[in-house]
């Protein structure tokens, strides 16, 4: 469970890292809604996850709705932050907007992928 915590937190700094150099070359961008939604998602991924660890070692049924509860979960709530982003928003960041999906589809292979670690080790 650290390592998934440890690992989460590690590639929200790579993707803040990468985001302010980014914008050494973009000056124009405004780099202040990449880092929120970097650490929105990174926080919807650590619940999620432990969310998803609840049904392991339980009766499959259990451990399919806990699964999928976890994945629903974060594809709803990371809409959910987009849209709401979006419709409060005074300017369309159009960068924002495709990098957070980027970031969404890189956070949820992380999670899927340690998800799946998990089932593996837990069946041993």
Same mark, same amino acid.
């Given at each position: 469970?650290?390592?998934?915590?440890?690992?989460? /937190?590690? +590639?929200?700094?790579? $993707?803040?890292?990468? !985001?302010?150099?980014?914008? @050494?070359? #973009?000056?124009?961008?405004?780099?202040?809604?990449?880092?929120?939604?970097?650490?929105? /998602?990174? +926080?919807?991924?650590? $619940?999620?996850?432990? !969310?998803?660890?609840?049904? @392991?070692? #339980?009766?499959?049924?259990?451990?399919?709705?806990?699964?999928?509860?976890?994945?629903?979960?974060? +594809?709803?709530?990371?809409?959910?932050?987009?849209?709401?982003?979006?419709?409060?928003? #005074?300017?369309?960041?159009?960068?924002?907007?495709?990098?957070?999906?980027?970031?969404?589809?890189?956070?949820?292979?992380?999670?899927?992928?340690?998800?799946?670690?998990?089932?593996?080790?837990?069946?041993?």
């Amino acid at each position: 469970m650290t390592k998934f915590a440890i690992r989460c /937190l590690l +590639l929200t700094a790579a $993707l803040c890292s990468v !985001i302010y150099s980014v914008s @050494l070359k #973009k000056t124009e961008w405004d780099i202040l809604p990449f880092y929120g939604g970097a650490a929105f /998602l990174c +926080l919807l991924s650590l $619940l999620v996850f432990f !969310i998803s660890l609840l049904g @392991l070692g #339980k009766s499959n049924s259990i451990f399919m709705k806990a699964f999928y509860t976890g994945l629903y979960m974060q +594809l709803f709530m990371g809409i959910c932050g987009i849209m709401l982003w979006l419709i409060f928003s #005074k300017d369309k960041n159009v960068p924002f907007v495709l990098s957070y999906m980027i970031m969404f589809v890189l956070y949820e292979i992380l999670v899927v992928a340690h998800f799946l670690k998990a089932v593996k080790d837990a069946k041993k």
